[in-house]
C-alpha cells in the first residue's frame, strides 16, 4: 500500500514570509498528525485529527499556524507569517483507528526560514 | 501530561557490542509503547511496540519488554552492525491517543 506522502520535500522562505504544507495519508486512515521536529529534538505534536475533526491542538501556535483536513482525507498546514524558530522538519503522521495503534510518517518537508 | 523520558545520547558503539537504550514514562492508565527509528536521511519507522504490561515487542534483532512497575520501556540489542547507526525514539499513545515521543538517542555504530 501506497504510504503518506508529504510535499514539498524542502522549503525556504524569508521571514514573515507564509508557507503551507501538504500531506496524503494512508488511505482509509482515520486519523492525522502533524508534528514539528526542531533540529536534535523529538517530534512535537502540533495538531491531531480525527477524520476531519480536531482532537488535539493544544501546542498548535494559532496565532500563526493554521490547519485543516477537508473532507477526513488529506490535510494541509499553514503558516503566516513565518519567523526564524519556525525552521524544523514538519511531519505528517496518519493511523488506522482511534484506538493506541501505531502511527505511519511521511518522509517530512524540511522548512528553512531565513 | 503523559511523557516518555529516554537516555541521552549519543552512544558510540563498536559492531557487536551489546546496545540498551533506556526509557522511562509517565502516563494515567494503560498506553501503547513504541520504539521508532530514523535512519540518515530517511523519515521516521516503526521498530517494535507493545500494547500491555509484559508484551514484548521485537524487530530486527532488537527487543523491548513493556515493564508496569518500573514504567519501562528499555530497547536493548545483542549485536549491533554498523546498518544499526540510526536516531531512536521512544514513544507512547495515551488513552486519550496523543502519540507523545521523547528526545531521540543518536546511536553510531563502528566497524
Known amino acids: 500500500e501506497a504510504g503518506v506522502a508529504q510535499s514539498p520535500r524542502y522549503k525556504i522562505i524569508e521571514k514573515r514570509q507564509s508557507v503551507a504544507f501538504w500531506c496524503n495519508p494512508i488511505s482509509g486512515h482515520a486519523t492525522l498528525y502533524w508534528y514539528q521536529q526542531i533540529l536534535g529534538q523529538g517530534p512535537k505534536l502540533l495538531i491531531q485529527f480525527q477524520n476531519n475533526g480536531v482532537v488535539d491542538d493544544s501546542q498548535l501556535p494559532k496565532d500563526r499556524f493554521s490547519a485543516e483536513r477537508l473532507k477526513g482525507v488529506d490535510s494541509t498546514l499553514k503558516i503566516q507569517p513565518a519567523k526564524l524558530e519556525d525552521s524544523a522538519v514538519y511531519l505528517c503522521?496518519?493511523?488506522?483507528?482511534?484506538?493506541?495503534?501505531?502511527?505511519?510518517f511521511g518522509q517530512g518537508t524540511r522548512l528553512t526560514v531565513v | 501530561g503523559d511523557s516518555v523520558t529516554q537516555m541521552e545520547g549519543p552512544v558510540t558503539l563498536s559492531e557487536e557490542a551489546f546496545l540498551t537504550i533506556n526509557c522511562t514514562y509517565t502516563a494515567t492508565g494503560y498506553p501503547s509503547l513504541f520504539w521508532y527509528v530514523q535512519y540518515p536521511g530517511e523519515g521516521l519507522q516503526l521498530l517494535l511496540k507493545?500494547?500491555?504490561?509484559?508484551d514484548k515487542g521485537s524487530n530486527k534483532g532488537f527487543e523491548a519488554t513493556y515493564r508496569k512497575e518500573t514504567t519501562s520501556f528499555h530497547l536493548e540489542k545483542g549485536s549491533v552492525q554498523v546498518s544499526d547507526s540510526a536516531v531512536y525514539f521512544c514513544a507512547l499513545c495515551s488513552n486519550d491517543y496523543k502519540l507523545s515521543f521523547g528526545a531521540g538517542t543518536t546511536v553510531t555504530v563502528r566497524a
Open positions: 507493545a500494547t500491555k504490561a509484559d
Open positions: 503522521a496518519s493511523s488506522a483507528r482511534t484506538g493506541k495503534a501505531e502511527a505511519f
